[in-house]
């Protein structure tokens, strides 16, 4: 027989939470997540399918190698975490780092500083070098500091979200051959919308997210290990200090034995196949073509306007776009602004960039002309508006 115990009812400071669920609509023109394609929506809510069912064991096996196409990597572990781009950040570290491995971080804005402290937590010997927030680094200054430091791992950001700005990679994996050591790269804001060849420039480990250009919702982070990264794997003294995140147990389950490690998010992988489906109808080329397109088309339309863009040309992501705010504008203002009133959103600056630019994302889905022309429009009717409140309270 039931006891009679009282139920806690919903606290009446929460009543709107039995109201069913209402967002608005919005385009996310920020540094992510970006709107998700309307057929990744509909992939998203097919019924679920039971995560051994061998059509799900199937569709496992077209993510990755789908995602193999998007990174242009032949690595047998590729896979998607279950978890965002900071689990899959995270897994990298936590499959390679044993205690007092040395890792060098080349740190030139906010997410490099995230790679140093998971690779401390990882007991980590951290060595980091750093540039600017708008710079990037040259093979020279790497190269002095794979001497000066000699590590295990050279871990990198090559989309600095945080900046806008896009690491040149060329030559980068030949350093780290030469100075025995892997190359561990972060591509959160790369894959999918800016050119990268992964095995061409001999990446060892890398990892992405779901929610940017590959125009899927947050909750996946790709994440790809080649043979020196595995390897290194294979000879650890110590198991991987993270049981979730231990690619040697994934590996059951997404490798040939299929044997059941964590329920795996299924929904989420029906997403993911669609949103690197459609990268793979449109083609590579095409996608990274038009995403500079785009982003050329909103950098002369802000430079018409007056604005100044604060990444350098030559380093600029098509992908994410870091605009100054003008002196005497509040920036917060006017980006909260165009979310309530137009229902965009544009981000803000991060670290030692807050309250200085703003962050413009067109990326996956949301990399289309319609879309520069709206952001574009409400910069130039908008903004003066104020910029005007600004010298009139001076
Ligand atoms: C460059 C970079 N790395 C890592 C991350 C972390 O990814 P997530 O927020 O999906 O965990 C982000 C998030 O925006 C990012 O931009």
């Known amino acids: 027989m039931a006891t009679s115990l009282s139920q806690r009812p919903v606290d009446s400071s929460h009543r709107r939470a039995l109201a069913p669920i209402a967002t608005p609509d919005r385009l996310l023109l920020g540094p992510g997540p970006s709107n998700a394609h309307p057929t990744v929506l509909q992939a998203l809510s097919r019924t679920p399918i039971g995560h051994l069912d061998p059509l799900y064991v199937e569709l496992m096996s077209e993510v990755q190698e789908l995602l193999r196409y998007a990174w242009q990597t032949d690595n047998r572990l590729t896979l998607p975490m279950s978890g965002t781009g900071s689990a899959a950040m995270e897994a990298t570290l936590a499959n390679t780092v044993e205690p007092g491995d040395t890792v060098l971080v080349a740190v030139k804005g906010y997410f490099g500083h995230r790679l140093a402290d998971m690779a401390g937590r990882y007991r980590a010997d951290v060595r980091v070098i750093e540039r600017p927030w708008g710079e990037a680094f040259s093979l020279e200054e790497l190269e002095a500091a794979l001497i000066e430091h000699r590590p295990a791992i050279l871990a990198m950001v090559h989309a600095e979200t945080s900046t806008g700005i896009c690491q040149p990679m060329e030559g980068v994996g030949d350093l780290c051959r030469k100075h ?12 999918g919308g800016v050119p990268l060849y992964l095995d061409a420039w001999k990446v060892d480990l890398a990892y992405s997210c779901s929610q940017k250009g590959l125009s899927c919702p947050p909750g996946l982070g790709p994440f790809t ?117 137009h229902g965009i959103e544009v981000g803000g600056g991060l670290g030692t960039l807050a309250g200085k630019i703003w962050r413009i994302g067109l990326m996956g889905y949301n990399s289309n002309p319609e879309n520069v022309d709206r952001l574009l429009n409400l910069f130039e009717t908008e903004l003066p508006r104020f910029k005007s409140a600004a010298a009139a309270a001076a």
């Open 225 to 341: 290990m080649g043979p020196r990264a595995e390897a290194k794997l294979a000879s650890r003294s110590s198991k991987v200090p993270n049981w979730y995140l231990d690619v040697s147990l994934l590996n059951q389950y997404w490798g040939s034995d299929r044997v059941y490690h964590h329920t795996a998010p299924v929904n989420m992988n029906f997403g993911m196949r669609e949103a690197l489906r459609l990268l793979a109808e449109e083609g590579l080329e095409q996608a990274w073509a038009r995403h500079r397109r785009n982003a050329e088309a909103l950098w002369a339309g802000l430079e018409r306007l007056g604005l100044v863009l604060h990444a350098p040309e030559a380093l600029r992501l098509p992908t994410l776009t870091t605009v100054r705010i003008p002196d005497g504008v509040d920036g917060k203002a006017f980006s909260q602004h165009l979310l309530n009133n």
């Open 180 to 191: 025995d050591c892997l190359l561990l790269l972060d591509t959160v804001t790369s894959l």
